[in-house]
């Protein structure tokens, strides 16, 4: 079993790095290693084979493996090889490709962002910005980093007072509380999230924007028939849970919404290629969850008739959200030790980690695509924000 893992891992010879199992040590590679990795159970080939990302990362999640010294570092070096993972997509069928319908969706985002409000409030910043962050200076905290993503956001969309602008996806809510409070205007936010959604409404109350702001538990696919026209719709980090099949309806269902040289901004992880994802992060992460390539984006948005303005990739913004994460995650883990159990704890910590590498390495990016639907000249030649 142990020739097997070992043949298995030399494969992965981009950086050196050092195995240790049953007391005997393995160099792959060539020169110093690394990092370090630590195998306290062997796993089967057909595990690695049938996916490597979810036989290393249960592996990890129930202690079996372990990393010495820094676990983003080890990440860094390794997933850069991404390309060189075993995915078996027939055995794995179920996982990869998960039902669409509405009431699944639902679940899946639930089981995502309805895991308790408490427990983003310790990791996140205060504005509760679950999305990448703008760092336009090196010493910018991840608070600032928030406000400036939101303030950007918001100079693109090119706002004036009493305009209705909807935010699909809308998490906590501060992109829309900043949109009402500085710009003076209408605001709708819908979510899957219930927790989301109750917290958004608490803020609302709290802000006393009852007649400006509503949020509602709405799908996209709901849009069309909900009687709501806006002169701007946002997007942030929510085209990710729509699914392959269903990218040229969500652009549908803006499209209806959005009134005529309206201004669509939409902001998503992204890939090169199509691709259907990783087996490890669709069972324990994100279920369902999808990442578009830019190219099927625009295409799909040619298709409505929506001209690109600008496409700016903030892949490097969100490399440095997702170790900030990391290092408030591991600042409170004695507070969440009182929420989950350990395994959940190796879990997360892994995913924050694995995904802040993945973004340093260029396996995903992240672009923000500002749009009009048809033609509207009365937009600024310059880039106004």
């Known amino acids: 079993m142990e020739n097997i893992l070992i043949a298995f891992l030399r494969k992965f010879t981009d950086y050196p790095f050092l195995v240790k199992m049953d007391g005997k040590e393995y160099l792959i590679g060539e020169g110093e290693p ?11 080939k057909t595990t690695l084979l049938t996916s490597t990302s979810l036989a290393l990362g249960e592996a990890y999640m129930d202690g079996a493996l372990e990393i010495e010294g820094d676990l983003y570092y080890a990440l860094d070096h390794f997933l850069g090889q991404l390309g060189k993972f075993s995915t078996d997509e ?24 309805d895991i308790g409000n408490d427990f983003y409030r310790l990791w996140l910043d205060e504005t509760m910005s679950y999305s990448c962050g703008y760092f336009k200076h090196p010493d910018d905290t991840l608070y600032q980093a928030q406000v400036n993503k939101v303030d950007y956001i918001l100079k693109k969309l090119h706002l004036k007072k009493g305009m209705a602008l909807l935010d699909i996806g809308c998490g906590w809510g501060y992109l829309l509380i900043e949109a009402a409070k500085k710009y003076g205007v209408k605001g709708v936010g819908i979510t899957l999230s219930a927790e989301q959604c109750a917290e958004f409404r608490h803020r609302i109350q709290a802000e006393g924007l009852e007649d400006s702001l509503k949020a509602e538990l709405m799908d996209y696919r709901d849009l069309p028939k909900s009687g709501y026209t806006f002169d701007r719709v946002v997007s ?23 009134k005529d040289g309206g201004i669509f901004l939409l902001h998503f992880i992204s890939a090169l290629k199509e691709h259907p994802g990783d087996p490890w992060i669709k069972k324990y992460i994100f279920p369902g969850g999808m990442v578009p390539s830019l190219r099927e984006m ?32 591991h600042k409170h883990l004695e507070d969440e030790r009182k929420m989950f159990d350990e395994r959940f704890l190796r879990m997360w910590n892994l995913y924050l980690n694995a995904c802040a590498a993945t973004f340093h390495n260029g396996i995903i990016d992240i672009h923000q695509i500002l749009l009009t639907k048809g033609i509207n000249n009365s937009l600024p030649m310059v880039r106004w924000y």
């Open 34 to 44: 690394t990092f370090t990795v630590v195998f306290k159970e062997p796993i089967s």
């Open 90 to 113: 027939s055995a794995l069928k179920k996982l990869m490709h998960t039902s669409l319908s509405k009431k699944n969706q639902k679940e899946e985002v639930s089981s995502h962002y």
């Open 236 to 258: 942030v980090g929510m085209l990710e849970h729509v699914g392959r099949p269903n990218y040229q309806l969500f652009v549908d269902c803006v499209n209806d919404v959005l």
């Open 298 to 329: 625009l295409s799909c948005l040619s298709e409505d008739n929506f001209h690109t303005l600008d496409v700016e990739n903030l892949r490097l913004h969100y490399h440095k959200t997702l170790l900030c994460w990391a290092k408030n995650f």
